[in-house]
């Protein structure tokens, strides 16, 4: 419990962060919103009203994902894997493969434990892939506006689809794997944990 204290705390301390980090940048490098990568505003055309609502609506998304993990609770099994490996074997036949209703999988179902686990899942790797995407945005205006010349700026101007620099988004999918990779670490550590206490108990 504790470590999901931690790492959710940590993740909602960075996503804040970066998500302030990457706005503030935003308007003093383009005021006008000319480059800005946000599907909102550079597909719709809207304006900064419409930056400022998206970026609150993906934060708020984001913590109440990050509420989630932390309130959650770990997968029930019945006997504990002993390698990480095994456990996430485990969890993908418990909670990918099976077909299950989605009334089944709500709260109060018979499978809201496995229905929960994805919900749990989701938010972390949401929570890393925007703060991956933020980083990278931030970082993006600096190196495009400020350095002169470099590899990074040649990076740019292959990696782009007319005002549009794809870079941020390539960063997401590595965030999203960052994060499932901490979720199943963490799960993986609190299964041992409640095996560990169980063995004790039988002693």
């Given at each position: 419990?504790?470590?999901?204290s931690f790492l ?139 350095a002169d010349g ?54």
């Amino acid at each position: 419990m504790h470590r999901r204290s931690f790492l959710a705390s940590a993740t909602f301390a960075f996503l804040t962060i970066v998500r302030i980090a990457d706005f503030a940048t935003t308007l003093h490098f383009d005021q006008s919103l000319s480059h800005e990568g946000n599907p909102v505003v550079f597909i719709f055309g809207g304006g900064l009203p419409a930056l400022v609502l998206t970026g609150v609506v993906v934060w708020v998304v984001c913590t109440a994902f990050l509420f989630a993990f932390w309130r959650g609770t770990p997968l029930r099994l019945a006997k504990q894997p002993k390698r990480f490996g095994g456990f996430v074997r485990i969890w993908i036949q418990r909670v990918v493969k099976p077909r299950h209703s989605i009334t089944d999988s709500l709260p109060g179902g018979s499978h809201w434990n496995e229905g929960l686990q994805a919900i749990r899942l989701f938010g972390l790797g949401l929570s890393w892939a925007i703060i991956f995407g933020s980083i990278a945005a931030i970082h993006a205006w600096f190196a495009t506006r400020v350095a002169d010349g470099g590899a990074y700026q040649h990076m740019y101007s292959t990696l782009r689809v007319g005002k549009l620099n794809l870079f941020v988004f390539l960063m997401t999918p590595a965030g999203f794997l960052v994060g499932a990779t901490i979720f199943f670490i963490s799960e993986y550590r609190s299964a041992r944990s409640v095996a560990g206490r169980r063995s004790d108990r039988e002693i």
